[in-house]
């Protein structure tokens, strides 16, 4: 007589329910694991820290964000999601259990398959944390543009994609080294490949955390990045490795032929759209909005002062009438006739590789001319750091102070070399009037100064990054950086005594120190 | 009622036997497996847990065929397996291991119901909460006991479950097993006769791959009988003899005339099973 089963087997839903049960208590494990927490806690404090520590963060632009926080993601809880996902896969082997695990009852591809969905907790924190960030962002701060959801998809899209990777090769080598390598090697071809493509490279797309960064930000409807094509790529990606890892846990059959082909496709269909240039439509609006922004901006009018802003950048015109406030309190009521317009402008040569600094500045001259606002000072779409501040406050003072637009005294073939070199009282009048507007502003003067040290000196301001559009030779700096320094209520009278002198084109850099009371350069500038 | 039916079974690991035409029952209550080290034990061990397939030779537990995957599966649902170093996830508590095996045994439904009551069979209710690291070896093995009796398993399969343990430890596992025993088949494999005499109502000597020796534990010390004496001098013709606490050297082999013949114990009856080259060697 034989001993049969007397206990009905377990039911048809048992393994898939035993598959969820494990996965919950996988991913609480994976939660807690010390490396999760560590990425967890080190993301979270770089976004907070970069509030205290990056200026611009203060005034976000989120379609430019929103890349930032998906590449923190994917480095930080990626690299946590493969390699405490690989770790899990390993663990049976690591403690020497697989003696007992071996005649357990839930087959290696279902418990692949747990740590596989044990990685979708993290994702779903990961797109909470990436959500919270944008969010707060918007509210906390004058926040400039819309993210992109697909761009912040594509976070916990990478962490999903590296915890398969983790998984998989936990089924391929028992070697916990496996992981943290395969982690290395993707940071150092991230690190490798940015310089590679950057400037509008296509292949770069390929990588998880996909193409370059703009030279500057631009309004969302301009960027055009590929991010859902993107996406699928990355979701793609993951499922055909999740494949893989099944099928070496011992899996087979029609479902996971589909799964593998869907995986298949996805990768393929969202990998090949995301290589394909923009189309026309967008090159052109991209070429329209660089060279007349005055057709893509809604303007408002502080006081007497007009401001011109990209669709998503309103926002930050209090700030930007902060500084050119500051600036224009300084000059005597009667010269302030000129009726002021601040401009937003871009510049971004991959947008239009035929427009040359010149001929930019030509487009803008066109450009405003058209709008009905010539002269309008021009500023770009970063904002929150000095050196921002003290290019559009540079901008304004070189407008009153000159009464000219600039780019108007210098030709066009030097206009991406030289910008508009600003001498004598009039250079001296508009580093002192840039530097004391604002704090910021000051530092940015320092800052700008700085930057021109180690090629001819004095300081360059800029509308945009891509070139200097006034300079301020260094006697000149050197007497406003020495007035700066006096008490300022004595050297705004000086100025206001003294601004039709000060603003005479023929006086000379030693005239302005004497008038202002600051000790005289031991060179005059050279400048005519 | 037979749980397991073994005839024939052999198993090569390349020039090694490891297993040669081993046939044998298991019925229900507790079996005592003796051997020396490297007999063959773990090996017949992972073979009927399913681990290992054999060679050759027919094998039915719990009426179903572990050589094909489906009977393999039906064998597992009703099996529970302590291995020699079963292994532990030290980060893991009592509770959650045995609950992790349990999600890999497939049990869902009142699992957490039953990974208490084996605790609580095992005596580590208090234990549960803490982590698997900060336990002593015997409160391990019978975390691992715990484990191996998840669900009721109609077939439980100890490895040497005792080794390592103090006496203390190893009381306390003995009483557990005395337990598990009722109703159900364990085969315990060790090196203990102490075990066997106290837990098992039949015994299987394996040696050099083969069944040696296979009944009561009473007539495994049945076979030393006439075989064992003592003398107050080491015996010449001893195949082993050892001195014993009140200074007389307890002997067994071929006697010589007149010798004091003693009652032989299940240890008496295990080495005189065992080859005359084993015994030899441990006797030197």
Known sequence: MTTTLTRPSSSEAAPRRAVLALARMESARLLRHPVTVAATLLLAVSWVSSWFTIATTRYPVLQELDRDSAMGMMVLLGGAALVTGNLAVLRTHRDGTTGLSQVLILPDHARTLAHLLALLPLTAIGAVLIAARMALLALLAPAAGRPDPYELAAGPAAVLLLGALGVLLGRLTRSAVAAPLALLVLLAALVALEPITNGGGTALWLAPQGGAALEMPVPASLMARPAGPHLAYLLGLAGLLATAAVLRAGARGARVTVAGALALACAVAGGTAQLSSPGRDVAAARASVMKHPSQHETCRELGNVTYCAFEGFGAWIPAWDTVVRAVVARVPAPARTARLTVRQRIAVPAFDSASRPGQLLDAWRADDAAAGTPGAVGVGTHWGDGAAAADLAAQVAYRLVTGNRVGDTVEASQADRDGTVVCGGRGVLVAWLTGQATPSALTGLHHRAEESRGERGGVSFYETHLFPTVHVPAPELAIATQALSRPHADIAARVQQSWPTLTAPDTTAAQTAQLLGVPAPATDTACG | ?284
């Not at chain 2, 109703?183 to 109502?201: I, K, W, Y």
Request: proline share 5%; glycine share 12%.
């Open chain 2, 1 to 284: 009622m037979t749980t397991v039916q073994a005839e024939g079974l052999s198993l090569r690991f390349r020039r090694t036997t490891a297993l040669e035409e081993v046939s044998f029952t298991l019925d229900d209550g507790v079996t005592g497996l003796l051997g020396p080290n490297g007999a063959g034990k773990t090996t017949l061990l992972r073979i009927l847990a399913t681990a290992i397939p054999a060679d050759a030779g027919r094998l039915r537990i719990l009426g179903a065929d572990p050589r094909n995957a489906a009977g393999r599966l039906a064998v597992r649902r009703r099996l529970g397996y302590l291995p020699q170093n079963p292994g532990f996830h030290q980060h893991f508590t009592a509770f959650e291991f045995v609950d992790y095996i349990a999600i890999l045994k497939e049990i869902v439904d009142g699992r957490h119901d039953e990974v208490r009551r084996v605790l609580h069979a095992v005596g580590l209710d208090d234990q549960r909460g803490k982590k698997i690291k900060a336990l002593s070896g015997g409160m391990r093995q019978r975390v691992g006991l715990a484990a191996a009796l998840l669900d009721d398993p109609a077939l439980v399969i100890l490895d040497e479950p005792t080794v390592g343990l103090d006496p203390e430890q190893r009381l306390r596992f003995r009483e557990l097993i005395a337990d598990i025993g009722e109703g159900r088949t364990v085969l315990l494999s060790t090196h203990q006769t102490e075990d066997v005499a106290t837990l098992c109502r039949r015994v299987i000597v394996l040696n050099q791959g083969r069944i040696r020796f296979d009944g009561e534990p009473s007539e495994l010390a049945g076979m030393a009988r006439g075989r064992v004496w003592t003398s107050q001098a080491r015996a010449e013709g001893a195949l082993a003899g050892w001195r014993t606490g009140n200074g007389d050297f307890h002997n067994i082999g071929d006697p010589p005339p007149g010798a004091r013949l003693v009652e032989p114990s299940i240890e008496d009856g295990y080495l005189t099973v065992i080859d005359a080259a084993a015994l030899a060697g441990r006797a030197s």
